[in-house]
């Protein structure tokens, strides 16, 4: 549960989260502008503050009695000071951040200021936040211009570290080991030093000769942490360590008995001080900003821990174990950034119900509504913003909440209209601010909040859904005729506005502007009359306005500001209504653009046929030229790539460059509207749901259009490609596939490719009417919402009648093929087909090619599910042989005679 005034929790969660394991925090919230803009008041309040301060500093709670007017109320005055001023502290800085008019006084007369008080007591510190209401009691320039009238604690942050080695202190250590879920670590041979604080030891400094052993529980983790070091147990001998637990944790985790005190090496001590420099600020750390230069570190909670290994052959990897997570074992690379292995403990497994865990259970708020309004500077990469987001709570006491937004926009304030302004403290390395609300606000309240923010934020860099290039080399040279007109992509791994951790379905309106000579294309549909001229100081400074209103959930939004030029804009008439159709190309594509419309329409009215739905009532097809063909598809628009003829980078060979099918992009971009838009994924393992659906939607495209042949080369290299990368690991690892090398086509051949022919087969399994009505089902029920592979089993199951567990299992979890034995005998005038599993047992259908000497072949369907199927089929002439899966239609390894 999140109580008002303890952000710490909140913190420490951010700062463990896996894979993003570093961050320091600091604290925004402080505005110049809020401040008395008149010299002599500002100097009358500080010197109030000051002497609030040095109360603070003494622990007097006389001293800041005498501060009050006379008609405050003592008692609670006394009462704050029992909580909020005692003795003991070494230093105190009190930070005014906000002052509004104190209601019932003149102009000037009062204000109640929103300070921050930050005061250490030696090691340990405390950050609190107060409201302190004061009065003018004295003329202007006095010694007592202004006292208290009244005080308040709004919230606080509790035990603060300022960590150090304990130089005074050495131990020798053999045969020490050090467990963790799945982790084994010894030092062999070697020195202890430790970090102490009041409540005991929070870290250590391990050296010498360590071994380390890791060995993830799950078959799948294995199969990754094989990627990385080519088995599956890491072994690896180490030379130094630093561990952060929780003091509570010392002594079941390493323990006292096992630490001989020794006298101090001052060359160990020196070794140790500078591992602890190192790695001791990459987590748990917060940056307090003018409030203290140091370093202070909030304690890990009890059963957390956190080991920063110095390995020999892998230099530093960061296991972490963090309770607070719903997966929570991890094991992390830290110089290339990668996460190794991320999975549940085996106590958080059992906890669950499925495999599945959905990431909007831990959620306390949903976000409603969006309103933004960004001022895009292209020249340099500059974003002025202003989001106005309103909330629901959905925890049953919300005290934190935290919002995404990257690390390079400066927030300039955070108020709420309910509140007025808010406290916020800004995570580091972590794309987050965590803001402190005044008071607890119960299940279900609305809340509306305001952030201004700004900077310099580079644009999204292309993501998997366009085409690497596997080999650079001769296009360095080669001279490019002609530069693609640039654009820049804001979406969702930009940051760009503040947004909920998770992806959220929200309606929003966009006031985007941009400067004159260029244009946007943003989630939503464009207003009429915009975009519109903003002056400026001079027409020089003109600017372009774009309104854009998404009264459609999305999960998130998008904009792309380039030049652009409207090539064509239609209404398109559906049985379920109409939606209205624009291409925006950049203006040496506009031609081209002009021929998209027509196809475009074709597509969605193809899928809007299939799913009895079109989600979103506009699209925009945003052209833009890029060396590499690819797109990305938010909601109500798509920026699709156009190659230049004079690109030079070859991307044939990528799993998704289909060559037979050139509309593939525009297909798979477009079913992005119901597949991964309205029908959302519920965590990353889920992505499948919305990269197979867009995959296995272009392919049905493919033979509406095409035909069968085309249909079947697209499926033959769906399965070419994902058969070569299946040992990658199960569709289920989502990102995670191709991530420990960076190998972005292992990605696309299974997310995309497997998943297509994965849900090809399930058709061919229950047939085409039970398959499509499944489908159906599904999209209407998720519409709007994240699902999961467990929905689309419930789904189909009920389609079908039949129970799909093993299927799923197999193929959705599971990272093998089947392994398929065929024979066949000719019995009198039949033809018997074996088919025998040799490997693990699947679902899976399969064809086989009747091949007569004197007429057409003709195709059978076997239904695997036993380790051995028969199947007797009359003959119609003379049998020459039997062809299998001449129709890729079948992922598996064909076993022959
Ligand atoms: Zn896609």
Redesign the pocket.
């Known amino acids: 549960m999140n109580k008002p005034g303890v952000i710490a929790a909140a913190v420490s969660l951010l700062l463990l989260v896996s894979g993003r394991v570093e961050g320091r925090a600091e604290i925004v919230g402080a505005d110049p502008d809020a401040r008395a803009t008149d010299q002599t008041q500002a100097n009358g309040v500080a010197l109030l503050l000051r002497r609030l301060e040095r109360a603070v500093q003494a622990g007097d709670t006389a001293a800041y009695l005498s501060l009050l007017t006379d008609s405050a109320d003592r008692t609670r005055a006394q009462n704050f000071g029992g909580t909020e001023i005692v003795p003991g502290a070494t230093r105190a800085v009190v930070q005014e951040r906000d002052r509004q008019p104190l209601a019932g006084t003149l102009p000037d007369n009062g204000y109640s200021l929103l300070v921050d008080a930050f005061v250490e007591y030696g090691g340990r510190a405390r950050i609190a936040t107060w409201t302190i209401d004061i009065k003018r009691i004295g003329e202007a320039g006095s010694d007592r211009e202004w006292a208290i009238a009244d005080q308040q604690q709004v919230s606080s942050v509790e035990s603060l570290y300022h960590l150090a080695l304990n130089g005074a202190k050495q131990y020798a250590a053999r045969d020490l080991k050090i467990a963790a879920e799945d982790l084994e670590l010894t030092l062999t041979d070697g020195s202890v030093f430790v970090v102490d604080v009041d409540q005991g030891v929070t870290g250590a400094v391990l050296m010498g000769h360590g071994a380390m052993r890791f060995k993830p529980a799950p078959e799948t983790e294995q199969g990754q942490v094989k990627i990385f070091c080519g088995s599956e147990t890491l072994e690896t001998k180490f030379d130094a360590m630093y561990v952060r637990l929780h003091p509570s944790d010392f002594e079941s985790v390493i323990g006292s008995a096992n630490l001989q005190p020794r006298a101090i090496d001052p060359r160990e001590l020196k070794r140790a001080q500078d591992v602890f420099r190192a790695e001791s600020p990459k987590s748990f750390v917060l940056d307090l900003g003018d409030l203290s230069r140091d370093a202070w570190s909030l304690l890990p909670g009890p059963g957390d821990f956190l080991a920063e290994i110095r390995t020999r052959r892998f230099d530093t990897l960061t296991y972490a174990r963090s309770g607070s997570e719903a997966e929570d074992v991890s094991l992390f690379d830290r110089k290339r950034h990668r996460n190794i292995s991320i999975y549940p403990s085996k106590q958080r497994a059992a906890l669950r119900a499925g495999r599945s865990f959905n990431e909007d259970e831990g959620v306390d708020y949903d976000i409603l509504d969006y309103q933004i309004e960004a001022a895009f500077t292209p020249e340099r990469q500059w974003i002025d913003g202003r989001a106005r987001i309103r909330l629901k709570v959905r925890s049953y006491m919300l005290g934190t909440l935290t919002l995404k937004l990257a690390d390079p926009l400066v927030v300039q304030s955070i108020a709420s209209t309910e509140y007025g302004r808010l406290f916020g403290i800004r995570v580091k390395n972590q794309n987050s601010i965590v803001i402190n609300l005044p008071v607890s606000v119960p299940r279900d309240k609305e809340l509306t909040l305001v952030i201004v923010y700004a900077g310099r934020l580079e644009p999204q860099t292309p993501d998997r859904?366009t085409l690497a290039v596997e080999q650079r080399g001769m296009q360095e040279d080669a001279s490019v005729l002609i530069a693609a007109e640039p654009s820049m992509l804001y979406s969702n791994r930009s940051f760009w506005y503040p947004q909920a951790p998770v992806s959220d379905y929200a309606t929003a309106t966009l006031r985007i502007t941009v400067p004159l000579n260029l244009d946007c294309v943003a989630s939503g549909e464009l207003e009429p009359g915009f975009p519109v001229v903003m002056p400026g100081k001079d027409p020089s400074q003109n600017r372009k306005m774009f309104a854009f209103t998404a009264t459609k959930p999305l999960r998130y939004l998008a904009v792309i500001v380039s030049r652009f030029t409207r090539a064509e804009t239609t209404t398109v008439a559906l049985p379920t209504g109409t939606f209205s159709l624009t291409v925006e190309a950049n203006p040496r594509q506009t031609n081209r653009g002009r021929d998209l419309v027509g196809r475009a329409a074709g597509i969605a009215t193809f899928y809007e046929s299939l799913l009895g739905d079109m989600p979103y009532p506009s699209f925009t097809i945003a052209l833009v030229e890029n060396d590499l063909p690819g797109g990305h598809s938010p909601g109500y628009f798509a920026a699709l790539n156009q190659p230049l003829p004079t690109s030079t980078l070859n991307w044939r060979n990528d799993p998704v460059s289909f060559g037979a099918f050139p509309e593939f992009f525009l297909a798979?971009e477009l079913a992005?509207q119901w597949w991964?838009q309205a029908v959302g994924w519920r965590n990353y393992h889920e992505q499948w749901i919305s990269?197979g659906f867009?995959q296995y939607f272009a392919a049905l495209y493919a033979q509406h259009q095409r035909g069968d042949e085309t249909f079947g080369d697209v499926m033959r290299q769906a399965r070419k490609t994902a058969m070569d990368a299946t040992e990658q690991g199960p569709i289920y690892l989502g990102y995670r596939l191709g991530h420990i090398r960076g190998q972005s086509r292992v990605f696309r051949a299974l997310v995309y490719n497997k998943s297509a022919a994965v849900l090809h087969m399930l058709r061919r399994l229950v047939g085409d009417e039970q398959f499509f009505g499944g489908v159906r089902d599904f999209y209407s029920k998720w519409r709007f919402r994240k699902a999961g592979t467990d929905d689309f089993r419930v789904a189909m199951e009920a389609s079908a009648g039949r129970p799909l567990g093993r299927f799923f299992e197999r193929w959705i979890y599971g990272s093998t093929l089947p392994k398929l034995k065929v024979t066949h005998r000719v019995e009198g005038s039949d033809v018997v087909l074996h088919v025998e599993q040799v490997g693990d047992l699947f679902d899976v259908p399969l064809t086989l090619s009747l091949q007569y000497a004197d007429k057409k072949a003709v195709d059978v369907v076997m239904k695997l599910s036993e380790r051995d199927t028969d199947l007797r089929v009359p003959l119609t002439g003379t049998l020459r042989g039997v062809d299998v899966n001449k129709d890729d239609g079948t992922l598996a390894e064909i076993v022959r005679n």
């Open positions: 859904e798979h992005h991964g990269e867009a």
